[in-house]
């Protein structure tokens, strides 16, 4: 499980930089300037987590299961959040109206929220 979490989060760091490119140097001249910072943000969030997960497989005091609880959750939250904030960012440039999806932004933010969250629970439980 360990080689999983820390290869997902070199996909995820991978594919930051990828879209932190493309966002810097061409979205920029497709879209205004707040959607630009709205695209920045998702890229933002998800190298964060890309890095949180590199580290989360290297700790060696956390039972695996809590690890993959933990792990499910970033990824999950972190695929939900940020590619649907890519999405709507770049909702101009499509006919599909990615408004509609809206909603997976927060569901996204709140799985996020609660890997952070069971990741202290149980390493406060641990070290008690």
């Known amino acids: 499980m360990n080689k999983t979490i820390f290869l997902?989060?070199?996909?995820?760091?991978?594919?930051?930089?990828?879209?932190?490119a493309f966002g810097a140097h061409g979205l920029e001249k497709m879209v205004d300037a707040d959607a630009v910072g709205i695209f920045e943000t998702g890229v933002k969030y998800q190298l964060y987590h890309a890095l949180f997960l590199m580290i989360l497989s290297n700790v060696k005091q956390l039972p695996e299961q809590s690890k993959k609880t933990?792990?499910?959750?970033?990824?999950?939250?972190?695929?939900?959040?940020?590619?649907?904030?890519y999405f709507l960012a770049t909702n101009t440039l499509t006919n599909f109206?990615?408004?509609?999806?809206?909603?997976?932004?927060?569901?996204?933010?709140?799985?996020?929220?609660?890997?952070?969250?069971?990741?202290?629970?149980?390493?406060?439980?641990?070290w008690n």
């Open 70 to 85: 933990v792990f499910l959750l970033i990824m999950v939250g972190t695929i939900l959040f940020s590619f649907s904030i």
């Open 97 to 126: 109206d990615f408004k509609t999806i809206g909603f997976v932004t927060p569901i996204g933010g709140l799985l996020l929220i609660l890997g952070w969250s069971f990741l202290g629970y149980r390493v406060f439980r641990q």
């Open 8 to 20: 997902s989060g070199i996909v995820l760091g991978t594919l930051a930089v990828i879209l932190g």
